[in-house]
């Protein structure tokens, strides 16, 4: 499409779209940025506006909205969605069916589980719902397992691990081990050979 700059030795598979204009917008509108060797698997849809570093891969199905800013080395797993004005590090994974809304940041070498959901609407469907959103902070090198629920405006602290199927309600120090609905905290990552954790 218009307005694309794709790296060099990229492969794009059959039926992806780079470059789609949001509403409003026309193709080749706002320019779509992408690295080289990205891997774009079929049926994934990116957005244009999006700037996006080397090494980028996405699953099958992945949709990306527009002006994100994303590291290198990133992948986004099949059936995964990433909102507008998501800001991702470097290094960060995000596993099959993650969703991840606007205004998140993901900074470098997080890792999100399969299914996780990050939310931003503290008041959903509320008259001011559109004008209050905040997404999740997860910081670098933190651990999501699958199927965690992050509320919105959380902060994952660094080289945290949040146990599958935890509901995050509150902020967590860095390097803490959560686990639970509501999650609670339960160590540290320094002692993680003493717990009984699934991810």
């Not at 008041?123 to 699958?146: E, M, W």
């Not at 629920?149 to 199927?165: D, E, K, Q, Y």
Request: negative net charge; glycine residues 14%; charged residues 15%.
């Amino acid at each position: 499409m218009l307005g694309v700059q794709l790296g060099d030795h990229s492969d794009i598979e059959p039926f992806a779209i780079i470059g789609k204009p949001a509403r409003g917008k026309k193709e080749g509108e706002q320019a779509t940025v992408i690295g080289p060797n990205a891997v774009i698997r079929s049926h994934t849809v990116i957005y244009a506006a999006n700037v996006i570093g080397a090494n980028f891969q996405t699953g099958h199905g992945a949709m990306i909205r527009e002006a994100n800013t994303i590291g290198n080395d990133v992948s986004i797993g099949t059936g995964s969605i990433v909102e507008h004005h998501v800001t991702i590090g470097n290094g960060v994974r995000l596993h099959s069916h993650v969703f991840v809304p606007e205004y998140s940041v993901l900074e470098d070498g997080c890792w999100l589980g399969p299914n996780v959901v990050v939310t931003n609407a503290r008041y959903p469907l509320s008259p001011n719902a559109k004008h209050s959103l905040v997404g999740a902070h997860v910081c670098r090198a933190a651990k999501i397992g699958a199927n965690v629920t992050l509320l919105p405006g959380v902060r994952v602290g660094v080289n945290a691990l949040i146990g599958a199927g935890a509901v995050v309600t509150k902020d967590v120090p860095d390097g803490a081990v959560v686990v639970g609905n509501p999650g609670r905290i339960i160590g540290n990552i320094s002692d993680i050979a003493d717990y009984n954790i699934e991810l």
